[in-house]
């Protein structure tokens, strides 16, 4: 495909249950990011993959997130036991590695915990 | 003290004038400087990026940057309705791929 891709678009979940978010990068991009999006507020960075280097995990808010993308190109961000500060748009983003790589957005998924 | 601040706004301005957008950042190992708009209800997309001191121009828009002062600027000359939008200052560290997003700056062109 010519860009990042997102599924689902939208997720609406119960408080207490998992989700799975996917992202599929641009090809030949080996970097990936996940941010989280509030209403109304900026991108918090989430976590960031780039090759086969270990992850930076920094930007995960609780031991409830985790990522991991397999084979260098899929990637998916789980939620366990979600609650409703979790409700947000997810995006992921993918580059070329290297300082000045700019990053290409996915359109997103939209969390809603009720 | 925020990693990267920028003025929330609504920054209005008239059609066919310049808009003028700020954003400062705190560490001073930064090396990349990015400004996105993003469309409500939109994913971000990428309009400059600037890495040395100075002005960089790229049709109507036209990015500064002054790592003196810690202090990045875009510019948007003519500005047309279609430019209102939330634009967001993004920021990497040298040595780093981990961006760091400002919380953007709503900017309304006023037909």
């Known amino acids: 495909g010519a860009g990042v891709s997102q599924s689902p678009s939208n997720k609406v979940t119960e408080k207490g249950k998992d989700v799975e978010l996917r992202c599929d990068p641009i090809s030949g991009h080996t970097a990936l990011y996940w941010y989280r999006q509030s209403l109304g507020q900026g991108l918090e960075f989430l976590i960031y993959?780039?090759?086969?280097?270990?992850?930076?995990k920094s930007g995960l808010p609780s031991d409830r997130f985790s990522a991991e993308r397999t084979g260098g190109s899929v990637s998916t961000l789980k939620i366990q036991r979600t609650q409703q500060e979790d409700s947000a748009v997810y995006l992921c983003?993918?580059?070329?590695?290297?300082?000045?790589?700019?990053?290409?957005f996915g359109p997103g998924t939209r969390l809603t915990v009720l | 003290q925020k990693e990267v601040e920028q003025n929330s706004g609504p920054l209005s301005v008239p059609e066919g004038a310049i808009a003028s957008l700020n954003c400062t950042y705190s560490d001073r190992g930064s090396q990349s400087f990015f400004w996105y708009r993003q469309y409500s209800g939109k994913s971000p997309e990428l309009i400059m990026s600037?890495?040395?001191?100075g002005d960089k121009e790229d049709g109507r828009f036209t990015a500064q940057l002054n790592k003196a002062s810690q202090y990045v600027s875009l510019l948007i000359r003519d500005s047309q309705p279609s430019d209102s939008a939330t634009y967001l200052c993004?920021?990497?560290?040298?040595?780093?791929?981990?961006?760091?997003f400002g919380t953007g700056t709503k900017l309304q062109v006023i037909p």
């Open positions: 600037i890495y040395s001191n």
């Open positions: 983003a993918s580059s070329f590695p290297g300082e000045d790589n700019e990053q290409f």
């Open positions: 993004a920021v990497k560290k040298g040595g780093y791929q981990k961006v760091t």
């Open positions: 993959f780039q090759g086969n280097s270990a992850p930076d």
